[in-house]
């Protein structure tokens, strides 16, 4: 088993080059299937899910092509629009199939989606959606049915704010007949990534980054080329990481407009922040100011942010509080970071934070992405050794975490567990 050793490091210093937004990314292979011709993804970051999506590519008959950050997808010979529930299970986005392959095939057999584990993560506004376009929905043990002899524009407003289910009802809605309006949409950044996209292969969305969205649905979608937006979440982690002990980090090839709440936060906590047209600089103080973080969906802070800014505020002198508005259980990384003396108490969907008491290494385990950042920003800072297993679920958002935190300073290291020091370690997993 593999798992990160983390030591004691000093002011880190340095530049970050930012790959391609995974969340983005995911949404954009999926929207790519709409396609009557080949499409050219560039950016596109080599990490877990985007190897999921290249096992399920493979059974549906999506040619999937990766060089380097370069995806050349040919949708031209896909013959099935079932996918393995235990695929879909690996990851979150494997969602976005159902609506990429429903207008094209009529009926999609798909497991429920899997990703990070925050207790409840429910996926009825995309049924919502599907439904109002005049599909059916039927639910079994480990997947869903989506059928549809034809899909017809509608209206539908979203319950509540969510990014994956407005990206989704825009693939359904993209070749359906007439007008499709979505009301009460996400506004974030891969939303509009993906209109782009799809837009730029002839699909007709007006208004994505608004709340409101209208689709003209078209019958035939052209191939092209199109460039993902960077990692918003894996950006302000490293800013962050400049705060940990009074650095200077330089995020580069960022959009700094996705990253404004954040930004605002790292000011308000009294880091300096330097804006340019492609990066960020980030400058650590050496002393933080306590603060209180709720999160809420883009443009306010954002609940992928939470984690590492959790460790962070461990820094910071004083109470701090820190709300989860999107997911209020998405907390798993509180009795990790626990485990290295953070005094950090739990109340409903707050974490109550006691900043400015030395930590000490030990070992921890990641339960999901921002969780695993989280404890290596907490572990820059605790004294000795920490040790981080989970590691694949930082894998599954990070492309080459390791190497970037060693860029700018940090020490770092992926390391190999036998069997018995695992036996020994099983323990921590509470
Ligand atoms: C692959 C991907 O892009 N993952 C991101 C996506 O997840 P995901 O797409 O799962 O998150 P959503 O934006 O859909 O969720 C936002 C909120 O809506 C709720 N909700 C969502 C769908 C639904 O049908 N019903 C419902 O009630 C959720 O419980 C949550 O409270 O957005 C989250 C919120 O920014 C991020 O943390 C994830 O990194
Ligand atoms: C929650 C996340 O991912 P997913 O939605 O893929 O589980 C994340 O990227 O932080």
């Not at 549906?60 to 879909?88: F, Y």
């Not at 439904?131 to 039927?138: C, R, S, Y």
């Not at 007008?179 to 950044?189: G, Q």
């Not at 040790?387 to 975490?401: F, N, Q």
Request: neutral net charge.
């Amino acid at each position: 088993m593999k798992y990160i050793q983390v030591d004691y490091s000093g002011p880190l210093n340095g530049t970050v080059r930012i790959p391609g937004s995974k969340n983005s990314s995911l949404a954009l292979l999926a929207a790519a299937c709409l396609a009557d011709d080949i499409v050219t993804l560039n950016g596109i970051p080599r990490i877990e899910d985007i190897r999921m999506i290249t096992a399920i590519s493979q059974d549906i008959g999506l040619s999937m092509e990766q060089n380097g950050g370069q995806v050349v997808l040919d949708p031209r010979w896909i013959h099935s629009a079932v996918i393995d529930p235990s695929k879909a299970a690996g990851f979150r986005a494997s969602y976005y199939f159902a609506g990429a392959l429903l207008s094209k095939f009529g009926s999609v057999t798909i497991g429920f989606p899997g990703g990070d584990d925050f207790v409840s993560r429910p996926i009825d506004q995309h049924f919502k959606a599907f439904q109002a376009l005049g599909a059916e929905v039927k639910l079994f043990d480990d997947h869903f049915v989506v059928e549809a002899a034809e899909l017809k524009g509608a209206d539908i407003y979203f319950d509540t704010i969510t990014s994956g289910a407005t990206i989704n009802a825009m693939l359904a809605a993209v070749r359906a007949n007439g007008r499709t309006v979505l009301r009460n949409a996400a506004v974030d950044p891969e939303v509009v990534d993906t209109a782009v996209l799809l837009n730029r292969l002839g699909a007709r969305i007006y208004g994505a980054g608004t709340p409101q969205i209208r689709i003209e649905g078209v019958p035939y979608l052209q191939g092209g080329t199109h460039a993902v937006i960077p990692d918003r979440l894996i950006a302000g982690a490293f800013l962050m990481a400049a705060g940990i002990h009074g650095g200077q980090v330089t995020v580069q090839d960022v959009i700094p407009e996705h990253l404004d709440a954040c930004l605002s936060k790292l000011e308000e906590i009294g880091m300096h922040i330097e804006r340019g047209e492609q990066h960020v600089t980030a400058l650590g103080t050496g002393s933080l100011r306590a603060t209180r973080v709720r999160t809420g969906m883009y443009p306010n802070f954002a609940t992928d942010l939470q984690q590492p800014m959790t460790a962070l505020l461990l820094q910071a002198r004083g109470k701090s509080i820190i709300t989860d508005r999107v997911f209020p259980k998405r907390f798993a990384h509180v009795p990790q970071l626990r485990r290295l003396g953070a005094q950090i108490e739990l109340r409903r969907e707050s974490a109550f934070i006691r900043g400015g008491v030395p930590l000490q290494g030990g070992w921890v385990h990641a339960s999901d992405v921002r969780a695993g950042i989280s404890l290596v920003l907490a572990g820059l800072a605790a004294e000795g050794s920490t040790y981080i297993t989970g590691v694949e679920h930082v894998e599954r958002g990070y492309e080459d975490a390791i190497a970037n935190f060693r860029d700018i300073g940090a020490s770092l290291s992926m390391r190999e567990l036998d069997a018995c020091g695992m036996a020994d370690r099983m323990s921590m997993r509470t």
